[in-house]
């Protein structure tokens, strides 16, 4: 039961990305300073949620909650 609901989980997430990627397959030109980079529109949207995720990722790992030692 659990697979099945996993199986459908995950087809229905790839019909999603799949659908995302041919809505936005039209190339943007993106400057920054003295660089200019053409990509298409999907793949610029991964990279910047990849970006903010790893961001994300290593804030959590600098900033974890600590315990008290002395803790009653």
Not at 26 to 42: G, I, K, M, N, Q
């Amino acid at each position: 039961m659990a697979r099945t609901i996993r199986f459908w989980a995950g087809m229905t997430v790839l019909g999603l990305v799949v659908i995302f990627t041919i809505q936005n397959v039209t190339t943007v030109e993106v400057t920054f300073l003295f660089w200019s980079l053409t990509l298409p529109r999907a793949i610029l949207l991964f990279l910047v949620f990849a970006s903010g995720a790893v961001c994300g990722w290593l804030f959590s790992l600098w900033h974890r909650p600590t315990l008290p030692h002395d803790a009653p």
